[in-house]
């Protein structure tokens, strides 16, 4: 029989014993509620950090199903919400049309592909053979052998950077990280984390790498390998890297092929880049050591995801060290959820790569439009060539970006067009815009606000601008 001895006494151990009072003081409930009420009445404001609360089941109050007909209020409010929230979204590079109600019978599984995709667990409840479709799916599109390459189906975009990296800086533990000042935090993050030096490389207008400033680093720092992020997309300005040139840059800077590594970030457009004319070619067959997508964005999976390709020999190189665990360990996470792969496996079947390729071509159809409606409105506007990510000047009016969850950044506001956003949405827009606007600046008394720098003075429309770009 175990015992313990707690203050003195000797008492025997009982194995099924729980806390006798498992609640805590009850304080901060009666709090929580108050602070709701009152923040309910500050219309629109901080309604995300509304709380729920949760409250205990009522002794004894089993049958009576108060607590079931509250709950369920309470999810019937969040769907109408859901719905509404969905309707006027425009800032976010989220896909959300999409109908994946086959799939709603795997929801009472708990499917979990713990640890690498191509090594079975013990665990059971897996969809790995869903997963490896879905890689090899991708590793066709970016030109790799199926013998040659690993990946993984991430948590998220960042996931895909945090691997890219690491697997860079495993290659080339000295190496620096560079990566243009546009690129996604978590780049920034990665360095940070696994404390690289990292050089932030400047930017051209557009957003792009600005490789003449890529080549006076490069030069700086000739004597350690290059770990370098290329943007296939970047997250305010849609701007697309041109990795041709970067590669071009490496090696006129004496860097051979062996002394760097490119991780490309396509979080935003990976899955839209292959499908647009005169897009500098993401691909395996270049020197490339991995690609990483997001699987909510433009794919349209209902919960964040991500897919990471790199080489397998590099793989090879970060897990030979960590062999004793009998399997593989070259993911972040060590559980993974198991129902993304199969979310992402059933859109990819249904819509191929020729699905795609008419997505792709709306979204740049309707970019284009949006980005015309603003400039015929006056309103100072940009669309990089190979984006959908129509930027423009930023709202004066926070309920208004709010209510379109537009994603601001200094003086720029952005849209960006992904396959839900219709001309009819684009229309709605931009009539409530036009509208609002006139509020903002009447009668000339205020100016809209110059973004030559942000958006270069071609796009701009400010007083100064107007007339310079008509001359
Ligand atoms: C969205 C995005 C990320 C991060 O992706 P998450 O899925 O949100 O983690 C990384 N890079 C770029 C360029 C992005 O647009």
């Avoid at 940009?382 to 129509?390: G, Q, Y």
Wanted: hydrophobic share 40%; aromatic share 10%.
């Amino acid at each position: 029989m175990v015992e313990s001895v707690e203050s003195g006494a000797v008492e025997v151990f009982d194995p099924i014993a729980v806390v006798a009072e498992p609640l805590p003081a009850n304080g901060e409930m009666g709090r929580a509620k108050e602070k709701a009420n009152v923040r309910e009445i500050v219309l629109g404001r901080n309604v995300h950090t509304m709380c729920l609360p949760i409250t205990e089941p009522d002794a004894n109050d089993e049958c009576t199903g108060d607590k079931e007909a509250y709950m369920a209020s309470v999810l019937a409010r969040y769907r109408k919400t859901l719905i509404e929230r969905t309707k006027h979204h425009l800032g976010y590079p989220y896909n959300l049309d999409f109908d994946y109600g086959d799939l709603a019978q795997l929801q009472h599984f708990s499917i979990n592909n713990l640890g690498d995709p191509f090594i079975e667990s013990n665990y059971g409840v897996h969809s790995r053979p869903f997963e490896v479709g879905v890689l090899d799916w991708f590793a066709r599109l970016w030109e790799i052998e199926k013998n040659e390459y690993w990946g993984y189906i991430t948590n998220c975009g960042t996931e895909g950077n945090l691997h890219g990296v690491l697997v860079g800086r495993e290659v080339f533990p000295d190496g620096i990280l560079y990566a243009s000042r546009d690129s996604h935090y978590s780049i920034f993050k990665a360095a940070r984390m696994y404390r690289m030096e990292c050089v932030k490389v400047g930017t051209l207008v557009s957003g792009e790498i600005d490789c003449a400033d890529f080549k006076v680093k490069l030069l700086a720092n000739k004597d350690k390998p290059a770990i370098i992020n290329v943007n296939i997309g970047t997250t305010v300005k849609g701007a697309v890297d041109d990795l041709d040139l970067v590669i071009q840059t490496l090696e006129e800077c004496g860097f051979t092929h062996d002394r760097f590594y490119i991780h490309c970030d396509g979080a935003l457009f990976g899955l839209m880049m292959p499908f647009v004319k005169r897009a500098p070619k993401v691909t395996f067959k270049k020197p490339i050591g991995s690609v990483s997508v997001s699987g909510h964005k433009l794919v349209g999976c209902p919960m964040p995801c991500g897919v990471q390709i790199t080489r397998l020999e590099h793989i090879n190189a970060l897990s030979r060290n960590v062999e004793y665990i009998a399997s593989r360990d070259a993911t972040i996470m060590g559980s993974r959820n198991g129902h993304a792969p199969i979310f992402l496996w059933y859109t990819l079947n249904r819509k191929g790569y020729k699905g795609f390729q008419k997505e792709v071509q709306k979204c740049l159809r309707n970019a284009h439009y949006l980005k015309a409606c603003l400039f015929a409105a006056g309103i100072s506007a940009m669309l990089n060539e190979l984006s959908s990510t129509v930027v423009f000047e930023r709202p004066l009016d926070e309920e208004f970006i709010r209510r379109w969850q537009l994603a601001c950044q200094g003086n720029i506001a952005h849209v960006v067009v992904m396959p839900n956003v219709t001309i009819e949405k684009l229309d709605d827009f931009l009539k409530e815009l036009v509208e609002k606007r006139s509020t903002w600046y009447p009668g000339g008394k205020v100016q809209p606000p110059c973004i030559a720098t942000e958006i270069g003075s071609e796009n701009c429309l400010c007083t100064l601008h107007k007339s310079v770009s008509r001359e």
